[in-house]
């Protein structure tokens, strides 16, 4: 078909070329599939990088939010580490470092407390006893005012009058009054009365409304406000006294009880057996403590401003005689000088405890021992006395055997059991004093029942308002508690205090 060579390598050029060009066309086209693709794909990236980044805007959202969520649960766990400080400090609470008593300081009571009573229950119902004469009245042979019925029933009770053909029946009462005394000042020497120096108050009030208020502060332990609210209800508005006029009138009672209060000091430290012990109080929120002193006629209480203060030893520096305390470490200081008894009531509390909750044999015989031994303390023979002090030791010694053999391998075995009975062991002379001595009490009760008026004062006011007050209630209350002790009329004795020194003597 070509016979012409050029026609022929022209023609296969042509082919060759259009070859080339149709395989660049196929690459082209598949370039062009490949570049779509691709562009997809990017699109798709683009896509899935807009989702990433709008994912990334809302987690930095919720990064913000948990941040603040991050500061919040931190404030609060700080909040909650105060308060969990605050209750450790509470929980490591114990008689040295709060107003708690000082039988707190066993470990026991950090779970719950179980106090039991040393009173024995009898078998007796309560109220009347069967066979019992009574209490009843006697007819006043003066009355203020007489009323007569006519042919009316009488109530229940009464008296019969059989020569008369009555029946009496008298009812006494107490009639609430305001009184008005008034005093009138004239000057017939010439005084000019605008040139006296007077206070524009034109009234006061009597030792009968003074004694009345000392008596509700401090035998009814009535608050300020409801003691100018009682006296205002009674007397229909016609007193208005102030809690300021009360506060001032305890403070200024205390001032004419100086004579009875060295009365009282010389008393306690001239007796045979003086009680001694120590309660906490505080004083506008600050811990402070009252110590007290006492005998069966007489009570001293005085303020300080921590438990074993320095003020006991020199109180009772020249102090001789049987002094009744309970097992505090800094009050056995004073047997250098003083013969010092333990108070029983405290160890019957423990022994109860350990032999109830705890199941200790030794507890048991130990309080069997103790109780029989009181009961017949006035019958006791030498020898019976000192088969006690034996059999006393011989159950002291049994358990701190016990307890050594138990705490072979280092184990904290009923610790506090262990420390009562080293107590009894070391202070047998104390706890055992009352047997060979009949004058020594067998508990410290006569200053715990004191006490009984300064907690309830705390119980209805808290906390005393200054240190001043506090003085003022341990003066009144030694002059008070003394008075009920000696059969002393409460009211009579008041009254007479407010004029002048009241004197025992």
């Known amino acids: 078909m070509y016979n012409n060579p050029l026609s022929r390598a022209t023609y296969l050029e042509t082919k060759r070329l259009k070859d080339v060009n149709d395989i660049g066309k196929e690459i082209i086209k598949w370039k062009n599939v490949e570049i779509n693709k691709r562009n ?23 990064n913000e939010i948990l941040k603040k969520r991050i500061q ?38 950090k779970t719950k407390k179980h106090i039991y009573s040393s009173r024995e229950k009898s078998n007796l119902k309560v109220g009347g006893q069967t066979n019992h004469e009574g209490h009843f ?47 009138e000042y004239t000057f017939n020497d010439g005084t000019d009365v605008s040139r006296l120096a007077l206070l524009p108050n034109a009234f006061t009030y009597g030792d009968s409304v003074n004694s009345f208020i000392i008596l509700l502060c401090h035998e009814g332990y009535v608050s300020f406000n409801r003691i100018a609210s009682f006296i205002s209800e009674l007397t229909n508005s016609g007193l208005e006294i102030s809690e300021s006029y009360i506060s001032n009138l305890n403070l200024k009672f205390v001032n004419n009880l100086s004579t009875a209060i060295q009365q009282i000091q010389e008393d306690v430290k001239d007796t045979n057996v003086l009680h001694f012990d120590e309660t906490s109080v505080k004083v506008n929120g600050t811990q402070n403590a009252i110590q007290g002193y006492a005998n069966k006629n007489t009570t001293y209480l005085f303020a300080t ?10 109180f009772l520096n020249n102090y ?49 021992l103790l109780t029989k031994a009181n009961r017949n303390k006035n019958l006791l023979q030498p020898k019976d006395i000192q088969s006690i002090k034996n059999q006393y030791n011989q ?51 006569e200053i715990e029942r004191d006490f009984r008026h300064t907690k309830t004062k705390m119980k209805v006011s808290g906390t005393f308002r200054d240190w001043n007050h506090l003085v003022a209630f341990t003066v009144i209350r030694s002059f008070l508690q003394t008075c009920h002790k000696r059969k002393i009329n409460i009211w009579q004795a008041i009254n007479k205090t407010q004029t002048s020194q009241f004197s025992f003597y």
């Open 305 to 314: 401003k921590h438990k074993c203060d320095e003020t006991i030893f020199i």
């Open 40 to 62: 997809k794909a990017i699109a798709n990236l683009n896509n899935e990088l807009d989702d990433e980044r709008s994912k990334n805007e809302s987690i930095k959202e919720e």
């Open 137 to 183: 009245g006697k007819l006043c042979l003066n009355p203020d005012e007489i009323i007569i019925h006519i042919n009316e029933q009488p109530p229940c009770n009464g008296i019969v009058d059989v020569l008369n053909n009555k029946v009496i029946q008298q009812i006494k009462e107490i009639e609430f009054k305001t009184k008005i005394i008034q005093h």
């Open 320 to 368: 001789r005689n049987w002094l009744v305390v309970d097992y505090a470490p800094g009050y056995q200081k004073l047997e250098t000088h003083a013969k010092i008894a333990g108070c029983n009531a405290h160890i019957e509390r423990y022994l109860k405890l350990c032999a109830n909750d705890y199941q200790v044999s030794e507890a048991k015989q130990m309080l069997t």
């Open 395 to 445: 159950i002291c010694d049994a358990y701190l055997d016990k307890y050594d053999k138990l705490n072979q391998n280092d184990q904290f075995y009923f610790h506090d059991v262990y420390l009562i009975f080293k107590r009894l062991k070391l202070k047998a002379h104390q706890h055992l004093a009352f047997l060979t001595n009949h004058e020594v009490p067998y508990t410290n009760n």
């Open 72 to 109: 919040d649960l931190e404030e609060d766990n700080d909040r909650i580490r105060k308060e969990l400080d605050l209750k450790t400090i509470q929980i490591n609470k114990d008689s040295s470092n709060s107003n708690w008593s000082s039988s707190t300081n066993h470990p026991w009571v």
